[in-house]
């Protein structure tokens, strides 16, 4: 609720003019009531499931006592193993078992049961507990049933038979079809489900990454290509404004040196800075032949505005189907003791080395979780004094730690400043000036977090605490530094610092004369040297590293040890990147399809990397909440990139010399310039939706419809916690009888006895 | 003369495909595995059911088996007679109850038999003692594992009477997220 208020408000603010105010409200408001109401349905379902799951649990406690019943007859048999598995193997089931509790029908025997099954669908004796020999003679009593069934039933149920055989043949061919299916089991066999999470996170990345390319190609990359090519009657929007400001030439002059179309291919330079890679390229044309029309600014802007949606919609929606599965598990919050022994063990591991690494994980965890309960117990004893140490310790490690990060954001700075002050140097030296923001954000990503990683051994918190610690650290660094690192470039396009240069075309002609495409640039030389990183990385340290553990055995090998393969650290990369290419994608359109051919081939070095020198990791990440971590770190990093987009669509002068944009003030004016030539009926119809009358209503209604899901939910909690106390109750109950009826029975046992004992003594006379 | 080998009958195909979440070309697979196990053994013709049961030696060197550290017992949990001898039958129900489309509910009650060592359909101390040595290969001492298992007993007890039944085990592992991923045996 505080949240959408916030949102409201904060977009009002920026909101525009008189018309797109209303609008950005409006589309605000559906949107994040959209989000919440998705959020509350999800976790009422959840709760709804976990209800119906204690249901059945409080069914079975009744049969408990008949089964201790069973017990004791089938072990006076003396086939105590066999007739107790067959006491609960022949149980059938009823027909509607939802997810989390099987409602076992004791009471029947399997006939009676397979009557009641009649009208179930015959899928039903798969998922039976049944050993082999007698689920295929039910089968066959099932079948020698079916001529009293209608021809309409039986052909019913031939057709489902065989719509279920088809659907089994298609997902054996489907299977072919998904990316990577065959080498992601590969991985999660080897090396667990935390790594395979990292994999499924990348091939995540790179889908979205095509199908956004896919949207940008079919309504700005192809109509331009199209419209360049025929040069038709095209309309461009009325130009003004001084002719200084239209210079623009960024054509490379004269004879050029070969090694200089590679350092251009790195930078984005020279025959690439006017290409259909940079926003400068993209002319302002609008097409109005007769029957079609086509306004190529307004595509171009809405595209990139879909393009954030498109992925925001994808990301919550992935999201959606793992918060399901933690709402479920955290809401009951069993304990990591019970969780670990019983679903620790991963029944598909195989080879030796393997089985080793998992055994090991186990124990590890096991490790971890004792220790935490130790420090629990350790810091509930400490006295007042140590605590106030032990917390005053803390604080200041926190300060040095965050002294480090603001050290590291001021370097960015800095450089960032001086190269874009080196921008005619040539050469290799040209190169680096031009590398140096992404060189020293990559080196400050490095550095600074193994200083708090060493910091963080003094502050003596849990480890599950300190492994939190240290990833919002990382976060938070890696955003931040891309966050200066924008804000330096924009303060000298707009000059914040002095306003003289920014007089005449309102924004730093001289230095930018088309500063578009200098920040998809920017961008460009952002990915492109990210993933030369990576490349480099791989081959002078992760290979030779293994070279040198492998073929030398000196101490110093054993205390350096094999690369582990550390999942977040490389999430937090993926992350970046693609916080970059949304960041650069309203200026450098082709980023999407350059970041889809870079972790398309980032997949496979990772994996050469991973089966040639990795170990696997000793400390693992849980999967479910890591997918949910990673979601929301990328999340993060799409509201870092909004906010830019939004930034440099309403307020920034956009380029006069270059780009579809170079006629108007803002880029967000042709959407109320195109708006006002629509027809007055879908005017006012628009009008309508964004005015207040509307959407105050809406709003109110939103959260009377999140008042009442919330209630629903906390409702359902507390009857999940009477129904946990009943089932103690019961528990408890059931002893005592027991208790009692073995009292009775040796009494009873003793009279009859003793009346015996009379009875022999009476007749021996 | 020519065509192939039968295995199986059609009618034999379609109860197994009814019974198990296989398709036709895995179930002969599956026969395929079986009969690498012991070629002098097992029959290439099945169509007249014959019942050859391999003992638990023969199936626990299978590579999919071979590490796991339960072996011994899902072969004894899957076998008619409760020693590990398996038929094909009851190869296939292994491997069918183990597979990923099988459902939650079916795999808890496997694997709560599996974790059963004495049988008396509860999870006792015991029980979870010889669990958690077997997981951990005699790595954590003797009061770590008896501290453990009093600890998984407390947690996932909700009828206090210091053992799991089945409802409490099923109840814990519906909220275990893993659970239908590393119960699961893929071949």
Not at chain 1, 199 to 225: E, H, K, Q, T
Not at chain 1, 404 to 417: H, W
Request: glycine letters at 6%; a neutral charge; aromatic letters at 14%.
């Amino acid at each position: 609720m505080l949240s959408l208020l916030l949102e409201n408000i904060f977009f009002t603010w920026l909101g525009i003019t008189s018309v797109s105010g209303p609008v950005y409200q409006i589309t605000f408001i559906y949107g994040a009531s959209l989000v919440c109401w998705m959020d509350c349905i999800n976790i009422s379902a959840a709760r709804d499931r976990e209800l119906t799951g204690d249901f059945s649990v409080v069914e079975s406690t009744e049969c408990l006592m008949e089964l201790s019943e069973l017990h004791r007859q089938t072990s006076a048999t003396g086939n105590s193993y066999h007739g107790a598995s067959q006491s609960v193997r022949l149980r059938s089931k009823s027909v509607a078992s939802n997810q989390n509790g099987p409602t076992f029908n004791w009471g029947s025997s399997p006939t009676q049961g397979e009557v009641q099954n009649e009208s179930g669908p015959f899928l039903d004796l798969r998922e039976r507990p049944l050993p082999m020999h007698l689920k295929r003679a039910i089968r066959e009593v099932q079948q020698m049933r079916v001529p009293v069934v209608t021809s309409w039933q039986s052909w019913q149920r031939s057709k489902a038979k065989s719509l279920s055989r088809f659907r089994a043949e298609a997902g054996g061919i489907f299977s072919y079809i998904i990316l990577w299916r065959k080498a992601l089991h590969k991985i999660g066999g080897h090396f667990g489900g935390g790594v395979q999470s990292y994999f499924m996170f990348l091939r995540f990345l790179v889908v979205l990454n095509f199908m956004s390319f896919m949207l940008i190609a079919a309504f700005v990359l192809i109509p331009s290509i199209v419209f360049k090519s025929t040069s038709t009657t095209n309309m461009t929007i009325g130009s003004t404004g001084q002719e200084k400001c239209k210079e623009y030439n960024p054509n490379p002059q004269g004879l050029v040196l070969f090694y200089q179309y590679f350092l251009d291919l790195l930078s984005g330079t020279g025959f690439m800075e006017y290409s259909y890679l940079f926003y400068g390229y993209y002319n302002d044309t609008v097409v109005d032949n007769s029957g079609f029309h086509y306004n190529l600014p307004l595509a171009y802007l809405l595209t990139s505005v879909f393009y954030f949606a498109f992925c925001l919609i994808c990301i919550i929606a992935r999201m959606g189907s793992t918060l399901h599965v933690a709402v479920a598990t955290s809401s009951g919050a069993i304990g990591t003791y019970s969780k670990i022994m019983f679903t620790g063990w991963d029944y598909d591991c195989r080879g030796d080395q393997a089985t080793k690494l998992k055994q090991k994980s186990i124990h590890y965890q096991l490790q971890v979780e004792l220790e935490e309960q130790r420090l629990q117990t350790m810091t509930a004893s400490l006295t007042l004094g140590q605590t106030v140490g032990l917390y005053s310790l803390r604080v200041f490690l926190m300060f040095l730690s965050f002294t480090f990060i603001v050290a590291a954001f001021f370097g960015i700075f800095e450089a960032t400043t001086f190269s874009q002050g080196q921008v005619g140097a040539s050469g290799i030296l040209g190169l680096i000036w031009q590398y140096l923001p992404s060189i020293v954000i990559t080196t400050g990503n490095f550095v600074v977090p193994l200083l708090c990683d060493q910091i963080a051994r003094f502050e003596g918190y849990s480890p599950s605490t300190t492994i939190i610690l240290a990833l919002f650290r990382s976060v938070f660094l890696r955003m931040v530094s891309l966050g200066v690192l924008l804000f330096t470039l924009w303060s000298n396009i707009t000059c914040f610092k002095d306003s003289q240069p920014c007089q005449l075309c309102q924004y730093n002609q001289k230095d930018y004369p088309c500063w578009e495409t200098s920040v998809g640039q920017e961008m460009y030389k952002l990915t492109m040297f990210d993933f030369l990183i990576t490349i480099a990385m791989l081959i002078l340290v992760e290979f030779p590293r293994r070279l040198f553990v492998d073929h030398c055995s000196c101490a110093l090998t054993r205390w350096v040890g094999r690369q582990e393969f550390l999942v977040p650290a490389n999430v937090l990369g993926l992350v970046y990147g693609q916080t970059v290419v949304w960041t650069g994608a309203l200026f450098c359109p082709l980023l999407p399809v350059i970041n889809t051919l870079k972790f398309f081939l980032l997949f496979y070095c990772k994996k050469v990397t991973l089966f040639s020198n990795c170990c696997p990791p000793v400390k693992t990440f849980r999967s479910t909440t890591s997918t949910i971590f990673f979601l929301v770190v990328l999340l993060f990093g799409w509201g870092l990139a909004l906010v830019a987009m939004i930034y440099s669509l309403a307020q920034i002068h956009p380029s006069q010399s270059c780009g579809p944009f170079r006629s108007l003030s803002t880029m967000w004016e042709i959407v109320p310039s195109t708006f006002y030539t629509l027809s007055l009926l879908t005017q006012s119809f628009l009008f309508y939706m964004g005015s207040q009358a509307f959407s105050i209503p809406l709003f109110v209604f939103s959260c009377v419809v999140l008042c009442y899901v919330a209630a629903l939910a906390a409702v359902y909690g507390n009857s999940v916690n009477l129904l946990k106390a009943q089932l103690k109750l019961e528990g408890r109950d059931k002893q005592f009888l027991v208790k009692q009826i073995e009292e009775l029975s040796q009494k009873i046992g003793v009279q009859m006895r003793d009346k015996a004992d009379t009875f022999d003594s009476g007749a021996a006379h | 003369m020519g065509n192939k080998q039968t295995i199986f009958t059609d009618e034999q195909f379609e109860a197994y495909q009814d019974c198990t979440f296989f398709t036709r070309k895995e179930i002969l697979r599956l026969h395929g595995r079986f009969h690498e196990l012991a070629p002098h053994l097992v029959p290439m013709d099945y169509t007249n059911e014959p019942d050859i049961r391999l003992p638990p030696t023969l199936t626990v060197t299978m590579p999919e088996l071979k590490e796991n550290p339960f072996r011994q017992r899902i072969v004894e949990v899957f076998s008619e007679d409760g020693q590990g001898n398996l038929s094909f039958n009851d190869f296939v129900d292994m491997f069918s109850a183990l597979c990923e489309m099988a459902p939650r509910e079916l795999k808890a009650i496997y694997a709560f038999k599996i974790y059963d060592f004495n049988g008396d359909n509860f999870l006792c101390k015991e029980d979870l003692e010889k669990t958690l040595n077997r997981l951990t290969k005699g790595e954590l001492t003797p009061e770590e594992v008896s501290l453990v298992c009093s600890k998984a007993i407390e947690e996932a007890d909700l009828d206090g009477d210091s053992k799991l039944s089945f409802s409490d085990f099923e109840n814990m592992i519906s909220k275990a997220p893993d659970f239908l991923s590393t119960f699961h045996i893929r071949i």
